[in-house]
């Protein structure tokens, strides 16, 4: 167990989560295939530190209380192969996440848990695509992801390896009453929406380049700073 001062303010830390998951994948058609996998946390956690106070906000040290850890995910995708020679495919993807409206922070134990209730807030430490730009935790999140890739110049010898592809992401809370993982308006659910698009080349057999560009557009009445998020990356791996 750790233990922290901030001002007036003593926390103690214990997170002791468990998973239990499971997931299939297979072929629906020739053209359609599926994956599906869904995890449930449990376990015991330190809840919050301190009470805010009215009617002048006032921090108050409180008792924290060891409380269960009640929460769950789940992913499911499908992929539509278009069987063309520019292997195009098309999928779609949603992410669901619970989270719990009695936090400050969807992770954090200091503005964590309420004392004395369920934390019901995931808390996940697999990797799920969420995004380049905004790219949240899964926890207490709605995702709906639509992509599509394909090799566009594969009959030409020296870029029949070159893959371009895009994603479509819309975000939302799935409480919208509780916190995600940076400061969000309460009771607004739709978080914003945001395009991706990505370049993978492989120029030879051991050379292989990849572009990144993804720019998210916030709902102006969920975040306090709504300025359009950007990201950029460019990448080269050598394999010896």
Sequence with gaps: MDTLQTGTITTKYEYNSYYIGGGASGQITDKLRYGIEGAYEFGKTLSNSFKITPP????????????????????????YLVTDPADTRL?????????????????????????G??????NAFGLVNTGLAFAPDVSNVAVLRVGASTFPL??????????LGTDFFAFGKFDEDAPIDETTTRGQQFLGFEPDVYLNWQVTS??????????????????????????FFAGVTFAF
Excluded: C
């Design 117 to 122: 209730t369920e934390d019901n807030a995931f």
């Design 154 to 163: 594969h009959e030409y010898s020296p870029m029949r390896r070159l893959q």
């Design 91 to 115: 999928s779609l993807e949603v992410t669901l996440a619970t989270g719990d409206d009695d936090r400050g922070h969807t992770s954090n134990t200091f503005a964590g848990n309420a004392p």
């Design 56 to 79: 002048f906000g006032s921090i108050e040290q409180v008792e924290q209380t060891n409380d269960a850890i009640v929460s769950g995910a789940i992913n499911g995708r499908l992929d």
């Design 206 to 231: 051991d050379m292989t380049l990849a572009l990144r560009y993804g720019a998210f557009f916030p709902n102006a009445s969920a975040f306090p700073i709504d300025d359009v998020r950007q990201f």
